[in-house]
Each structure stands twice: as structure tokens, then as C-alpha cells.
T-cell receptor, first 114, second 114 residues
Framework: KQEVTQIPAALSVPEGENLVLNCSFT??????LQWFRQDPGKGLTSLLL???SQREQTSGRLNASLDKSSGRSTLYIAASQPGDSATYLC?????????????WGLGTSLAVNP | DGGITQSPKYLFRKEGQNVTLSCEQN?????MYWYRQDPGQGLRLIYY???????QKGDIAEGYSVSREKKESFPLTVTSAQKNPTAFYLC?????????????FGPGTRLLVL
């Protein structure tokens, strides 16, 4: 059964710091992995989608990597800003079973302090 | 201005009452989804629809019902059979229900029980 774990659960950093959020999954048979951002009380915003054949994706100050064989993905945020404060969720789309479903982690709550 | 809208933002349910959450998208997406989000738990899929007049149960469909009479609309009814309905409900859509497609989310509806 696919499980997704995000560590740490919460992170507080000073503004300007580069940081890494981690996501691990138990079954490497996935179509893709996606990173989302959620602001308090709001919906989710898709940040990056990495297909299983890809190693990384970049968007602005964000870079996501995928190592399928080890079941790990990292989201790198460069030069963090207070506006980056949010919860970051990762989700995988499994190949096995019902691939209409995303399997979600619990998220990392990030606070960037001015 | 394309996107997904959910209404209302807050909804209050009395015991024994059925309530309906609205989800509308103007992205011309074929697939639509309903998720429930509870503190300390990952997002859980309630129902999804790949095409008009068709929908499938997700992981926690008991106590919920949906319809998909129009491509742009996917309302969720929380019935009196759902004994613990207090949660944040998120609607999402994707261009097609293929594994490679990213999902776009609405702003959510928070359901509270009086």
C-alpha cells in the first residue's frame, strides 16, 4: 500500500534562507509526483509536477527533484521570503490500483520570519 | 477569468439536515473531484467524475452523494447519514482523468455542524 510521508511536519526559518522540504513514498511504481501549496483556510495551488521519467522540475525559486528508486522527492526553495509561508503538500499518483487517486502526505507547515 | 469556484465559503448544518456544496469550473475540464480535509489527516477522496453523467466512489463516499449533469458543475450533497461532516471540502478538476494530468483546486468550503 502506497504511503507518503513528509518531514519535517513544521519548519521555521529566517527570511533569505535556502531550504529543503522532504517527501518520501513507499512504492516506486508511480506516474508522477506533485507539490502543492496551501495557505491557511484556502484551496491548494499546484507548484510543480514531476513525471516518473523526469528527475527535476523548476519554477522560479522552486526546484523539485524526484528519485523514484529511493522513493524520495525534495522541494528546494531558494532565498525564502515571508510570502512563502504556507503548508506544502506532496502527492503521488500510483500506477497500481486506482490511478485516478492521488496519495497525499500530511504536509510541511513553513513559516518564514522577516 | 478561468478557474474553479466553490460556494458557500462557510456552511452550517443542523442535525438531520442534508446540505449541498457547489463546485463550478470554466476550464473546460472533463474530470472533477471532491476531497475532504481534516486536521492531521491527508486529503481523502470522496467522489470523482471522469465525464458528464458518470461518477465513481472514492475512499470515503458513505454519507455523501454527487451528480454530474453538466460538464462545468459537480455538486456534493452531505446527507444526514454522514455523522461527522465537520471538515474542509475541496473541489478539483483536471483536463482529463489521465494519470499525467495535474489537478486544479477551488478555494474550499468549510462545513460546520450546529
Amino acid at each position: 500500500k502506497q504511503e507518503v510521508t513528509q518531514i519535517p511536519a513544521a519548519l521555521s526559518v529566517p527570511e533569505g534562507e535556502n531550504l529543503v522540504l522532504n517527501c518520501s513514498f513507499t512504492d516506486s511504481a508511480i506516474y508522477n509526483l506533485q507539490w502543492f501549496r496551501q495557505d491557511p483556510g484556502k484551496g491548494l495551488t499546484s507548484l510543480l509536477l514531476i513525471q516518473s521519467s523526469q528527475r527535476e522540475q523548476t519554477s522560479g525559486r522552486l526546484n523539485a527533484s524526484l528519485d523514484k528508486s529511493s522513493g524520495r522527492s525534495t522541494l528546494y526553495i531558494a532565498a525564502s521570503q515571508p510570502g512563502d509561508s504556507a503548508t506544502y503538500l506532496c502527492a503521488v499518483r500510483p500506477r497500481a490500483g486506482n490511478n485516478r487517486k492521488l496519495i497525499w502526505g500530511l504536509g510541511t507547515s513553513l513559516a518564514v520570519n522577516p | 477569468d478561468g478557474g474553479i469556484t466553490q460556494s458557500p465559503k462557510y456552511l452550517f448544518r443542523k442535525e438531520g439536515q442534508n446540505v449541498t456544496l457547489s463546485c463550478e469550473q470554466n476550464l473546460n475540464h472533463d474530470a472533477m473531484y471532491w476531497y475532504r480535509q481534516d486536521p492531521g489527516q491527508g486529503l481523502r477522496l470522496i467522489y470523482y467524475s471522469q465525464i458528464v453523467n458518470d461518477f465513481q466512489k472514492g475512499d470515503i463516499a458513505e454519507g455523501y452523494s454527487v451528480s454530474r449533469e453538466k460538464k462545468e458543475s459537480f455538486p456534493l450533497t452531505v446527507t444526514s447519514a454522514q455523522k461527522n461532516p465537520t471538515a474542509f471540502y475541496l473541489c478539483a478538476s483536471s483536463m482529463a482523468a489521465t494519470p499525467q494530468e495535474t489537478q486544479y483546486f477551488g478555494p474550499g468550503t468549510r462545513l460546520l455542524v450546529l
